[in-house]
């Protein structure tokens, strides 16, 4: 789907002010004294309070990782469109190459981008994995890839380690322990992507594709890693759009609408899209912190202020995320057929 056919909306945002997505530097967390902790998880919930998203910087992911991460899904997608599908995710194994598809995941507009999908790899004789459930298979790697595997393991690794660091930063801003959602995270469905959206013919609005429609992220939150491209856009609560271009060797954080019900609204899922109005590829690394499949999910009752009600019903995760998958795979699907759970 094209500008051309969709509304006015999708006009070129604003460029990003630092005062709509701050710029926040996480070291001090990392390494420095309680106080310093303690500041710096301030800033990021007042962040998730007002905004919805913030730049991280002083993550501690090497530069060099990054770097790797993006050349391996370039080679990746620098293959034959065959040679892409050999790896491709299917309706029974929901990990792998995702082609690009008219709906996106979660029935939102998509088009001009495809997918490579990882999901935590468990043991060959988890309960889960045995019974062939869709969600816990173990991760597709393609072939004749130079160091891909090897490349997005290490960058896996790292960004589940700072997604728990962000958790303990986000507990700390609602005035929790530290380690309070760390019991929701012992076998989370997780998921780290490498997107590669194409690039327009020209910058006419008749040729340029939505990448990611507007839309909410499902799970908690989102860490993504942007090239020098951009295409980001994020709509600010007086609903003009602004964007959110890369800053070299920050992340951007984003809540999405599980954490938004976990705080009772207090932290915000902002909608935002993805547009690549540049005439060259755009490659972005998404990381989906989302909670253990047999977990409730539920306002927290030791944030709420005396006299507040919760404004959510309590849920459970793995049916949520189950059918937030299914219907990104639906395309595949032909009528009548039974889903895989």
Not at 179 to 189: A, G, M, S, T
Request: with cysteine; hydrophobic share 40%; charged share 25%.
């Amino acid at each position: 789907m094209t500008l051309a056919e969709l509304p006015k909306a999708y006009e070129k945002a604003k460029t990003v002010d630092v005062a709509d997505i701050p710029v926040i530097d996480f070291a001090p967390y990392l390494h420095g004294t309680e106080a310093e902790k303690a500041a710096v998880a301030a800033k990021i919930g007042k962040a998730c309070e007002e905004v919805g998203f913030f730049y991280l910087a002083g993550h501690g992911v090497p530069q060099e990782l990054i770097d790797a991460t993006f050349g391996v899904s370039k080679d990746f997608y620098a293959q034959p469109f065959d040679g892409r599908m050999k790896s491709a995710a299917t309706l029974e194994h929901w990990r792998g190459y995702v082609p690009s598809k008219l709906e996106a995941e979660g029935g939102t507009v998509g088009g001009a981008i495809e997918t490579y999908r990882f999901m935590l790899d468990l043991a060959k004789d988890d309960p889960d994995v045995l019974a062939g459930k869709p969600l816990h298979l173990p991760n597709r790697w393609p072939e004749g890839v130079t160091d891909f595997k090897p490349t997005v393991e290490a960058y896996f690794d790292a960004v589940m380690n700072l997604s728990k660091q962000l958790r303990g930063a986000f507990a700390l801003a609602l005035d929790l322990p530290e380690d309070y959602f760390e019991p929701y995270y012992r076998k989370p469905v997780v998921q780290l992507s490498l997107l590669h959206y194409r690039p327009p013919v020209s910058l006419d609005e008749k040729d340029i594709e939505i990448g990611a429609g507007e839309h909410r992220d499902t799970g908690a939150f989102t860490l993504l890693m942007q090239d020098e491209t951009g295409g980001l856009e994020v709509e600010r609560k007086d609903g003009e759009w602004i964007g959110a271009p890369p800053v070299k060797g920050t992340y951007v954080i984003n809540i999405g609408n599980v954490m938004m019900k976990w705080t009772n609204g207090r932290f915000v899922s902002t909608p935002h899209r993805v547009v690549n109005r540049a005439l060259k590829p755009r490659y972005s690394i998404p990381f989906f912190a989302n909670p253990d499949y047999d977990v409730t999910i539920a306002p927290i009752a030791e944030i709420l202020k005396e006299g507040e009600t919760p404004q959510y019903e309590a849920f459970e995760n793995g049916p949520y995320m189950r059918d937030f998958y299914e219907m990104g795979m639906a395309y595949l699907r032909k009528p009548g057929a039974k889903s895989g759970y």
